[in-house]
């Protein structure tokens, strides 16, 4: 079942949050509910920590580029 929840921002960050929200042509009340779920999905994917490690990885960074590029052409094979 749905819950309200009231918040309180300044208003620099209601005009933030409001320009995005017309950008995504969304209510404001759905935009910030749909950013909220996609850093949550993000914070689960890996940590701040995780992150800068796999970015200080110049040989890891181009192999996933690599194979971000090969996937998006279908070039390959998936292996489970």
Not at 26 to 55: G, H
Not at 59 to 66: A, G, I, M, W
């Amino acid at each position: 079942m749905p819950k309200t929840l009231t918040l309180r921002v300044n208003e620099e960050t209601y005009n933030t949050i409001k320009r995005h929200a017309e950008l995504d042509h969304r209510p404001i009340a759905n935009f910030i509910e749909y950013a909220l779920k996609r850093y949550v999905q993000e914070a689960d994917f890996s940590d701040e920590f995780e992150t800068l490690e796999i970015l200080g990885n110049q040989t890891l960074v181009e192999r996933l580029r690599k194979g971000s590029q090969d996937a998006a052409r279908k070039k390959g094979r998936f292996v489970a």
